[in-house]
């Protein structure tokens, strides 16, 4: 075992990294700047952890791309109750609030984390709010160079038009198993502006040059965020989608 005082001092810098340097036989030998200054050199190998858009963005501009593919996210169906803005109603409730957070085995994976109002308040539960994720989705989306940064285009549910309300349906099932099936939901509207909205669980990205963790060509590079996973989970994934480092 090697004493861990042996290793090299690890630094850290708020510099942005632009693109991977090559030798031109698959091997990265430095990383640029966006902001200029030196070009720092790979000793081994370069890990990219730069959240979903930075290491893209590397990528992007270490291989001559405007666009990659590949890109998922986890649509979000808010759900909630106009009791909330009613302070008669919220102090009823107050004492008899019941919360969690719900994972379904289901096709859609669906999770949820919700607040109730419970039976004791007026004789039978309200749903007051719920945040319903669907975790399983086929569609996916693009990330492109713009300017400085990067734009993403995702069209949710793309080819599934269904999946938004069987995803909703399968959370309000076992909602209703929970607290009962007198359980009262608010009226929502999916195709409304409101209806699926953008969350933080985001993975993907990289389009062909992302494969099990490596980037493709490159002998000594790798992905060490959500951009390594080219299909969904069906976990939380902010921590690993919004890393923001080149190691």
């Keep these: 075992h090697r ?10 810098s708020d510099l942005r990294a632009h693109a991977l340097v090559t030798n031109g036989a698959g091997v990265v030998e430095a990383v640029t700047l966006k902001d200029g200054g030196g070009v720092p050199r790979a000793r081994c190998g370069v890990v ?6 930075g290491t893209a963005e590397i990528l992007m501009r270490t291989f001559g791309r405007a666009s990659l593919g590949g ?3 986890h649509a979000v169906m808010p759900i909630v109750s106009p009791m909330l803005w009613s302070a ?9 609030l019941k919360s969690g957070n719900l994972h379904l085995n289901t096709s859609t994976k669906a999770q949820g984390e919700y607040l109730i109002c419970g039976v004791d308040a007026f004789g039978y539960p309200i749903l007051l ?7 399983d989705a086929a569609s996916r989306g693009t990330i492109a160079l713009a300017g400085d940064g990067v734009v993403g285009h995702y069209e949710y549910f793309g080819g599934q038009p269904e999946r938004a309300q069987q995803t909703v349906d399968e959370l309000i099932a076992a909602l209703k198993a929970r607290y009962g099936d007198d359980l009262v939901v608010p009226a929502y509207d999916l195709g409304g502006a409101n209806g699926i909205v953008p969350s933080h669980h ?3 990205g990289t389009g062909d040059l992302g494969a099990a963790g490596r980037v493709k060509g490159l002998d000594n590079a790798f992905l060490g965020d959500m951009s390594a996973y080219d299909s969904m989970t069906s976990g939380y994934t902010t921590g690993g989608a919004d890393r923001k480092s080149v190691v």
């Design 3 to 12: 004493d861990l005082h042996s290793f090299p001092t690890r630094r850290s």
């Design 129 to 135: 709010a719920t945040w319903v994720l669907n975790m």
């Design 71 to 73: 890109l998922w996210e």
């Design 202 to 204: 985001l993975g993907g």
């Design 48 to 53: 990219l952890s730069a959240g979903v858009w």
């Design 88 to 96: 008669n109603a919220t102090a009823a409730c107050l004492p008899h």
